[in-house]
C-alpha cells in the first residue's frame, strides 16, 4: 500500500508535465507495476477498491485531444485495467483483451462459493473505461508499428504495453463468467467430497473458502511439491498446514501428484497409487505467462526461458523505445 501511495504522489507530479515529455508514461507505468507485486495476502474487496480504483480516478488534467499520443494496451488484466485507465486522459488509448471485462482476481476463489460477490469483482472494461478505444479480441502479433488481433484488426500505436501475464481460456462475457461461478457452486453443494489438485496460492485459497462456508464437506487437497505455498517462507506453509490439519474434514497429501489428462472422477488414483472418491474436483495450477502470441514476432527474441520479456529499469522492452511490458509477462525480480 505504502508502494503504491508513493509511487502515485511520483506519478500524479509526472502528469503536471505535458505528456509529451515520455517520463509521464514511465512513471505510469512504474505506479501499475508496483500496484501489481503488492501482495494482498488476505483479499479485501473495500481495500482494493480504496487503494488502486481511488488512484485511479484522481484528478489530474487532461491533454488536448491534438496532441495525445496513440497507445495501445494489450491485455486487460491487473496491470493493462490499470493502465489504460490511468492514460486516457492524457492519450489516445485503445485496449485489447479478449474478454469484455476486468476481474478482480485475489476475489476468485470467494466467488466460487459466493457468486454474487461477481456482481462487484467482474467489471465490464465499458464501465471503467470512458474514453479508452476496446477492441475485444486476443493479440495474434505484433508488425512494425501495429498490433494485430485475432478478428483481424490492426491497430497501430506510438507507444506500446504488454501486459498479457497469463494466458486465458475463460468466457468472454461477464455474463457468462458470472453463470460459471454458480455452476462452481453447484458442483460444491451437490457434492459430500471435493478434490483440489494444487497446493498454490489458489488451491490453498478455494479450500479455506470451502472450509469456512461448508465445514461439513470433505475437501483432500493434493499437492505435488513437498510443502504448500512453496512461493512463501516455510513459515506460513507449516502455519497454512496446521490450520489445513486442525479441520475435521480437510486431508492434505503432499509429494504427490494426479495426472491431469482425463479427468473424470468419481475414482481418482494419485502417481503414489491413494485412491480417492471425490464427486468434484477443481484443478488449480498455474497458468503459463501469456508470450505466446508474440512468438512469431520481431519481438520474440525478447522472451526469456520462462516466457517472461526481457525489461529496462523502466519496464520498457530491451532495445524498444516505445514498447512496454508490465505486470506477470515482465521479467522483474520482485
Ligand atoms: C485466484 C488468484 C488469486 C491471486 N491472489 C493474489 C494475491 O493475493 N496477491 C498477489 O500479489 N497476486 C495474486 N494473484 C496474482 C495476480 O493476480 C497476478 O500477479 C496479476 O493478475 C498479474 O497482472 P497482469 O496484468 O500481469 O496479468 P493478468 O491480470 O493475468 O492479465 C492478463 C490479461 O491479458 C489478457 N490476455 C492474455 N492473452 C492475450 C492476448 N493474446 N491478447 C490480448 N489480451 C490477452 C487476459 O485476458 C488478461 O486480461 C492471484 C491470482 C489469482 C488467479
Not at 488476505?42 to 482494493?48: A, G, H, K, M, W
Not at 473458502?209 to 493434493?222: M, R
Not at 513459515?235 to 494426479?258: A, H, P
Request: glycine letters at 8%.
Amino acid at each position: 500500500m505504502l508502494a503504491c501511495s508513493k509511487n502515485y504522489l511520483l506519478h500524479d507530479k509526472y502528469l503536471s508535465l505535458s505528456f509529451s515529455s515520455e517520463s509521464c508514461l514511465l512513471s505510469l507505468v512504474d505506479c501499475a507495476k508496483s500496484c501489481i507485486y503488492m501482495k494482498f495476502p488476505n483479499f479485501s474487496f473495500s481495500l482494493f477498491v480504496s487503494s488502486v480504483l481511488s488512484f485511479l480516478f484522481g484528478s489530474r488534467e487532461e491533454v488536448p485531444m491534438a496532441e495525445r499520443k496513440r497507445v495501445v494496451v494489450v491485455g486487460g488484466g491487473v496491470g493493462g485495467s490499470l493502465v489504460a485507465k490511468n492514460l486516457e486522459s492524457h492519450a489516445d488509448v485503445t485496449l485489447i483483451d479478449p474478454k469484455e471485462y476486468y476481474e478482480v482476481p485475489y476475489a476468485q476463489m470467494r466467488c466460487i462459493v459466493e457468486p454474487s460477490m461477481a456482481e462487484r469483482s467482474v467489471l465490464k472494461h465499458s464501465e471503467y473505461l470512458k474514453t479508452a478505444h476496446i477492441v475485444q479480441s486476443a493479440a495474434e502479433s505484433v508488425s512494425g508499428s501495429e498490433v494485430v488481433t485475432e478478428s483481424g484488426e490492426r491497430v497501430p500505436f506510438d507507444f506500446l504495453v504488454i501486459t498479457t501475464g497469463t494466458t486465458y481460456s475463460g468466457p468472454s462475457t461477464k455474463a457468462e463468467r458470472v453463470k460459471l461461478y454458480e455452476a462452481d457452486k453447484e458442483k460444491i453443494v451437490a457434492a459430500d467430497h471435493v478434490l483440489v489438485i494444487g497446493g498454490g496460492p489458489v488451491g490453498v485459497e478455494l479450500v479455506g473458502e470451502i472450509v469456512v462456508d461448508f465445514p461439513d464437506k470433505k475437501v483432500t487437497l493434493v499437492h505435488s511439491g513437498k510443502r504448500l505455498l512453496e512461493f512463501l517462507g516455510t513459515k506460513v506453509s507449516d502455519k497454512t498446514l496446521k490450520w489445513l490439519q486442525s479441520k475435521k474434514n480437510v486431508e492434505v497429501i503432499l509429494n504427490d501428484r494426479i495426472a491431469l489428462e482425463g479427468l473424470t472422477g468419481p475414482e481418482y488414483v494419485t502417481k503414489n497409487g491413494t485412491h480417492i472418491k471425490a464427486d468434484a474436483h477443481f484443478v488449480c495450477i498455474g497458468k503459463r505467462v501469456g508470450s505466446s502470441w508474440l512468438q512469431s514476432s520481431d519481438l520474440s527474441q525478447l522472451i526469456d526461458e520462462e516466457g517472461r520479456l526481457k525489461v529496462d529499469a523502466n519496464m520498457r522492452l530491451e532495445g524498444q523505445s516505445n514498447i512496454f511490458a508490465v505486470g506477470d509477462i515482465a521479467n522483474t525480480k520482485v
